[in-house]
């Protein structure tokens, strides 16, 4: 049993965890839920000792654990997946020196052990067999995938002491069937008495999954349940209020008679397999399907970020030829990646700085830019947008819901004719996810607006029409009445 | 905290105080340091507060500025030119060469000079644009490159008028009036240096900072990929970066040659890791945080004072530069340490 006391946290004065108390017993699977910036990572980073104070105490089988390196919560057996798995791997070693990284770091396995012995090659099979692993034990680790990189840390953790396992966000980019894989370990190692945490937005794998369900807001514990789970009262204590509802209410309007979009017979090397598609402005077009099956590679290579082997595309009746990105731009084509950290924002400039920067050339006529436009430019979209947070700050201390408001708003002030959207509510909380909705069906009032989704239910929410894609096909195009849950999942999985 | 702009209501009042404290270091540690030098160094060395001094001062240090300069628009794309030194020494033996051999007119001097500089970035930026080989390491051995094509060129000896060849020849040219003249004439009472070293700083900071070519430039060092997806042209701008380095450089290169009058082997070598130190003391200026013009300049600035006013203390050469490591290693760890917590 670990139980938590008062447990919290502050940066220069500012409080990001606040008296939380609670319990994690083992052979249970606890799911923490919370909005972004809700003091989820902090409570991670306090329970793996990666701070060296923090108010509270953390008590595991009644013992006081000083959490204050994280050789300690490692010896009492507390390991966690991060969501970005790459930090707890190295990637020019092999499996077999990752998985037993701790033994030759403690110096019980020389590096020549285990690229000559035999028995270290075989231990290092027995050491991923639990977790359904069966990798070559020479292979580099950095060529892994990514859900593969996971179970590897996850065995890494079993062939130690693993008594508690954290799991930060670790589906935000599987595929279903990955999921499944990811389940299946979990269960099994609750079977065998591990306590698990569970961090994730995904409400339904929540309820799927866990036993109990701790909800953090503002740092502090907003509520603790049990099975059965009610996913209203989960909602409601991770905002702070009841959710009316989870997708904007439906507009009629009428769509363009010409389409803004024509794509024909696209290829991309073996990702995209001879995609067409219309979009019309005055509706949202979602390209649904799982993960890998190729909507992304889709939206790129008409953007011009990667060069399709085959096909055209078209836009407002004229063929285009787009070789690089800002060819789209000054016609109106936007496109708003999936990766908002890497590829949407400057992370280190301010919100002012990222939502003027695609207007330089409007804002800057001579070539100087004129620090009061900038500004009123900057704010106005801010406003429209109801970002919350420091806009003269580096957008890196928004929370994720706002940095997406961030890297979608900047392309507003340059009125799109087309909006292509890869993932735009991954990693966002329930509450800021609703605005964003909110800003596609406004956008798509005047805009064609594509936006590319791995949630199913993101996609029958917010479109107009689908398009469910599978292996770089598409599979088929649903209109709103013909696209039942069912009915897209099928096709989704290849099924048709 | 949903977000981080309403929270600082939990701050406790001294609390709020060292935080006041610690940005006021942040954004000032560096200047304070330099404040508190002059202070010192003026009542050590009366001679050193004096208008006579600091014409000197200036003038000594503008070769430096132009080469860090060079450095910093290198930095600012996230490269890394340390080329700089290297080409500022070719530019040196090239221009004296170009008079005393080739007897050219001091015009085309100037313009061989800038030329040579734009070839250098020309080729730095095919190797680390279009070849994509690592900035540190392309630059590196263009430096080694640069080094020994000087020596290569003269011969392996210093260039300076009335020298004989190996024949018995006197040499043909002289050194031109005019192109001493860059260095060593003044405007306005102040040396023709200073003068150029504050336009090219101001036109610089003026274009890192206020224009949009300036923000596309601190974009693409930033995050590459966004700026790509934003629809900036990275390889060009990275481009322009170094085609800039490549002529601060020359310029710099242009001024020593004038100010010695000969042409030395390997003159430029030591203005690159001063050129880098300007360049990183210059990131914790005002708390910027990143390689900028202005921060630069009082980085350059501070080597300068320390070098000035400490050989007036008859401090030695490298208890100087011990000096300028510890300061520097003050102000940088003031700035980051505080900016940390």
Redesign the interface.
Known sequence: MLELNGLGKSFAGVSALQGVSCELPGGAITGLLGANGAGKSTLIKVLTGYYTSYQGEVRLDGRTLPLTRPSVAKAHGIHVVHQEVDTSIVPDLSVAENLLLDDIIAGRITTRDVLRSRRVRQEARNVMAPVGLDLEPGARAGDLGLHTKQLLVIARALNQNLRYLILDEPTASLSLKEVDQLFAVVQDLRRQGTGIVFVSHKLPEVMRLCDQALVLRDGQLAGAFDRPFEAEALVAAILGMPLDQEFPARVERPRSREPVLEVDGVEVGSAVKGVGFRAYAGEVLAITGLVGAGKTELLRAIYGLERPDRGTVGFLGRPLRIRHPHQAIERGIFFVPEERRSQGLFIDYSGDWNLAFPSLSSLAPSGFVSTRRERALSRRLADNLDVKGPMDEPVAVLSGGNQQKVAIGKWLARKPKALLMDEPTRGVDIGARLDIYNHIRDLSADAAVVVATSDIDEALGIADRIIVMFGGRVMAELGREEATREAVMRLAVGAT | ????????R???AP??RR?ALGALLVKYGVLGILLLLIVFLSIAAPAFLTFANWRYLLQDMAVATLVALGVTISVVVNGFDVSVGANAGLVVVVTIMSMVFWQLPTSLVVLLAIGTGLVVGLVNSALVVRLRLPDLLATLAMLFVLDGGQQILAGGQTISQNMTFANGELAPGKIHAAFLAISRGSFLDLPNPVWIMAAIALALW?FLE????G??L??VG??P?????????VGRYRTVAYLASGVLAALGGLLLASRLGIGTQLAGDSYMLSGVAATMIGFAVLGV??ANALGTVIGALMMAVISNGFTMLNVPYYTQQTIFGVLTLVALGLSFVVRR?
Not at chain 2, 1 to 8: L, S, T
Not at chain 2, 226 to 232: E, F, K, M, V
């Open positions: 905290m949903q977000d981080a702009g309403e929270v600082p939990l701050g406790a609390r709020k935080l003026l206020k224009t949009r070519w923000r596309i601190y974009a930033s995050n990929e966004a700026a790509r997806l934003a629809g900036a042209s945080g990143r917590r």
